[in-house]
Structures are given as structure tokens and as C-alpha cells.
């Protein structure tokens, strides 16, 4: 009766015992078969069978292991691949197609622009030449216009700075009682024409002659009397100029004075004025003024190797 209760208690202290994990039996087959006699011999000893129920716990508490699983979650990331590879593939293929119609749209904007390019030059040329024609017409106006309002220059007002010593001097209080005298003068220049005249040189003096010369007194150097600035004279503008210019004078012996007031000796004031105009057009004006006792001032010498309008 005894051996009865014993029996029965058995079986529940063999489901009491705790469960082995997977990998310790794994390693208990693994373990070397002196071992396992070891093991076998204390259940030899053990009178009564020991049923033992293993079953696998994951400490970490993970899934069991699924091979199928794992292979299908390669095909589908496989597949994710191959699908953005296509993808990508395309959507390169696009962009060089868009590339290739950029490219067709810009050598479209490069000739028409071409195009355009030489539509302007062909333009911009007309337009030159339309311009030039322009210039040509205004410049022939311009010409025009100033040879028909060309400036025209003459003297007027020509007087010494010392009549009375020299012209007068017997009426003159204390006249004749120098050796000689230097004769000096003025005159005025006038524009009588339409357009400016540029006065660039004076070669003015008097002179005690008898008569006149058959050639000019005047020297023949065309540098002589450059004035330092050219002097200009608007149309109806004038100037005044002082003479001796360009001509060496010597001073006038007490002798000629003399005959001048005996009129046996005439004063001549001869000169040339050389002037241009707006067009460059260089002109020379001759002038010649003697002196007349009974008017009492210079008057114009009716010669035309003395006398020119330019």
C-alpha cells in the first residue's frame, strides 16, 4: 500500500522539472559519449522510468527561425530592386530624351537668331548708308549755305597813332623838333558777309612813297603776320588791329616830314588780311589807303593790284 502512493507522485515530480532550452540540448548531443555514460549511468541507477518534455524557449523571446520566410522577404526586396532599377532606368531614358529635345530646340533658336542676325545687319547697313547719304546732304547744305553767306572781309578806319607829329606837325605846338619818328596805326577789320571769318594773319604797313610800286612792298614770306590765335569775326562783327605788322619800319627822318607837308611825299598804308571760313576755304583780302590832306584822313586807293575783295 505504500509503494502505491510513491508511484503516483512520480510522473508529477517529472513534469515539476524545468524546461532545457533548444541550444543546451543541442549541446548536450553534441557532448562526447563518455559523458553520456555519465548521464546514463545515475538513470540506470533511478528505479522508476523519467519521461522529460523539452520544448524550446527563446530567452530574447525572438521567433522561431523560418526559412521560407527569410526567402520570401529576399524575393520581395528583390523584386523592389529590380523594380527601381527599371525605374531609374526610365526615367533616365526620359531625361535624355528631353535632353535631345532641348538641344533640337535650341540649334532652332540658334539659326533663327542666325537669321535674325543677319536681318539686322543687312538693316543696320541700309541704315548706315541711309545715314551717310544724310551727312552728304546736310554737309552739301551746310557748303551751300556758307558760300552763299560766305564771310567778306574789309578795312575801314585806318589812322596813325601820331598824325599830328607826322601829317600835322607844322600846325602841331612843338612839331619838327625831333631828328626822326616812328610811325605806328590802327586800323578796323570788318565782316561784311554771312558766316564767321577766322582771321589768321596781318601784314600791314605805312609806307612814303611818291607813287605806288608796280610790285607790293608787302614781303612775300607766308608765315609773316601768323597771328598767335586766329582772331574770328561773326557775320557783321569787327576788330581792331595794330600795325606795323610783319614789315621792318625805320623811324621817318625830320627831311621826309617835310616833304610830307609839302605833299611831295604821299603815305601809303598797304596790307593783306588771310582769313578762312567754316568750310576751311582760305581767302586773302589786299587793301591799300593813302593819306588825303584836304579830307584829312585815308582814303581808299582805286588800284587793282592794291585792292582785291579776295
Known amino acids: 500500500m505504500r509503494v502505491l502512493p510513491v508511484l503516483f507522485l512520480l510522473p508529477l515530480l517529472a513534469q515539476s522539472q ?110 548706315q548708308a541711309a545715314l551717310e547719304t544724310t551727312q552728304k546732304a546736310t554737309d552739301l547744305t551746310r557748303q551751300s549755305l556758307i558760300l552763299a553767306q560766305r564771310p567778306r572781309i574789309t578795312v575801314r578806319f585806318v589812322r596813325l597813332d601820331n598824325e599830328d607829329v607826322v601829317l600835322r606837325w607844322r600846325s602841331t605846338p612843338g612839331g619838327g623838333g625831333k631828328d626822326s619818328v616812328e610811325i605806328s596805326g590802327k586800323l578796323r577789320v570788318v565782316n561784311v558777309g554771312g558766316s564767321a571769318a577766322h582771321i589768321l ?65 604821299g603815305v601809303y598804308v598797304i596790307g593783306e588780311i588771310v582769313y578762312r571760313d567754316d568750310l576751311d576755304i582760305v581767302r586773302t583780302t589786299y587793301f591799300c589807303r593813302k593819306w588825303d590832306g584836304i579830307a584829312g584822313r585815308f582814303v581808299q586807293v582805286d588800284n587793282p593790284d592794291y585792292k582785291s575783295a579776295d
Open 18 to 127: 524545468p524546461q532545457v532550452p533548444r541550444e543546451q540540448s543541442i549541446d548536450r548531443q553534441k557532448e562526447t559519449p563518455t559523458q553520456q555514460k555519465q548521464i546514463e549511468k545515475p538513470n540506470q541507477q533511478s528505479q522508476a522510468p523519467v519521461t522529460i518534455n523539452q520544448f524550446y524557449t527563446d530567452p530574447d523571446n525572438r521567433e522561431p527561425r523560418d526559412g521560407s520566410k527569410e526567402q520570401k522577404q529576399g524575393a520581395f526586396f528583390e523584386a523592389l530592386k529590380t523594380g527601381s532599377d527599371f525605374l531609374l532606368a526610365a526615367f533616365t531614358l526620359l531625361l535624355a530624351i528631353a535632353t535631345a529635345i532641348l538641344a533640337g530646340v535650341a540649334y532652332l533658336q540658334w539659326q533663327t537668331m542666325k537669321r535674325h542676325e543677319k536681318e539686322f545687319r543687312r538693316m543696320a547697313e541700309h541704315m
Open 201 to 265: 594773319s596781318l601784314a600791314c604797313a605805312p609806307f612814303l612813297l611818291n607813287s605806288l610800286p608796280t610790285m607790293t612792298p608787302l614781303p612775300f614770306d607766308p608765315t609773316a603776320g601768323v597771328l598767335p590765335d586766329p582772331v574770328t569775326l561773326p557775320a557783321g562783327k569787327y576788330g581792331t588791329l595794330q600795325f606795323p605788322k610783319a614789315v621792318r619800319q625805320d623811324p621817318v627822318p625830320f627831311e621826309d616830314l617835310d616833304k610830307i607837308a609839302k605833299s611831295l611825299l
